[in-house]
């Protein structure tokens, strides 16, 4: 598709002399989302900000499920490029190795019919690993109670919670907040011993460029950084004390690209850095981080890194120093990545 996808925006003569004076940021912003309305108005999709919630790539019928057309795509990447100067590449695919998902109960996929849910889905499948999948039809947590999900998962080794705001399965208070919190919740009366919630990088910069435009998004999805910044805490108080441990995982900008593996791969915490990942890798991190120990009580910022993708990544506000954080993490598997995680911490 070579057509343009601009949008159209009519602006109302007679304005008042000092509202030219915005600064650039306001004005990027505001632009950003004029954009974002008319694209969602147009096509039905909506686009991140930096903070990148990895889940909004696309947002039409189930929870990440969606086909988003080429010139969209084209567009999508122009203006994230704009906000934050990420894009990216499509590169191989790594399979996730099998010590790291080997266990003896089921591990459940909350929000299945997403596309990161269904890779996680496959991944352990592929690994003939004992699996749940459960999408907004078995398990629909914006309408099931605590109970009702507690039953659901009963037995499993690990949950994994990968549904998000969508225009059929709930907004983002429904889903990414009260979801998640219900989700770490049911897990406690279960008596699940890993509850892996995948939330989204820059949450905790709430004055950042990226996390106000992506709040300010149209739709379902209006107020996600706030509501999954909240079920980010909110399942962390559910679980605290109790036999349940619990490992958040804050992609950047999802590329729909093949994994490239852990040894392509940065972890970090604080959320002060963040850049592009594809979502196979996101999958194959969460999975992992369902079974090891050393992501007990961590939350942690992934992102491909260095040449993975045309951009490198940067700070998740514009005011953050760039550099070393240092808490970054690498290494050629997904043990020696968690391996030092520091614990309880969320916040440079």
């Known amino acids: 598709c070579i057509e343009p996808c601009g949008s159209r925006t009519t602006i109302r003569q007679g304005v008042r002399p000092h509202a030219r004076k915005f600064s650039m940021w306001a004005a990027i912003v505001v632009a950003a989302l004029l954009w974002q309305a008319e694209q969602h108005r ?20 189930g929870p990440e499920d969606t086909t988003v057309p080429g010139c969209a795509k084209l567009a999508r990447r122009e203006a994230a490029l704009m906000l934050i100067g990420f894009s990216g590449l499509a590169a191989p695919s790594t399979p996730l190795p099998a010590s790291a998902i080997d266990g003896s109960g089921p591990i459940v996929i909350l929000g299945a019919g997403g596309r990161t849910g269904r890779l996680c889905a496959e991944i352990l499948r592929t690994a003939s690993r004992s699996v749940k999948a459960f999408g907004r039809a078995d398990v629909d947590v914006v309408k099931a109670s605590v109970e009702d999900i507690a039953a659901a998962v009963q037995g499993a080794d690990a949950v994994i919670f990968a549904a998000s705001a969508s225009a059929k399965g709930g907004d983002s208070k429904e889903v990414d907040e009260q979801g998640a919190i219900k989700a770490a919740k049911a897990c406690v009366l279960a008596g699940i011993p890993k509850y892996v919630l995948i ?6 910069r709430p004055g950042s460029l990226g996390y106000v435009a992506t709040n300010w998004m149209p739709g379902p999805t209006w107020g996600v950084m706030d509501a999954k910044a909240r079920g980010e805490e909110g399942a962390k108080a559910a679980v605290r004390g109790t036999q349940t441990k619990y490992a958040i995982v804050r992609p950047g900008g999802l590329e729909d690209s093949a994994a490239l593996g852990p040894g392509a791969m940065e972890i970090n915490q604080g959320d002060a850095v963040g850049g592009l990942v594809s979502r196979a890798d996101v999958a194959a991190a969460a999975v992992a981080a369902a079974s090891s120990p050393d992501t007990d009580d961590t939350t942690f910022e992934l992102y491909a890194y260095g040449a993975a993708f045309s951009q490198q990544p940067g700070p998740t506000d514009l005011w953050l120093p760039s550099g070393p954080t240092g808490y970054e993490r690498r290494g050629k598997s997904w043990p020696e990545l968690f391996r030092g995680l520091r614990k309880d911490f969320s916040k440079v």
């Open 42 to 61: 147009t096509h039905g999709w909506v686009l991140p900000a930096l903070g990148t919630p990895s889940h909004l790539w696309a947002q039409r019928g």
């Open 199 to 204: 939330s989204s990088g820059g949450v905790a």
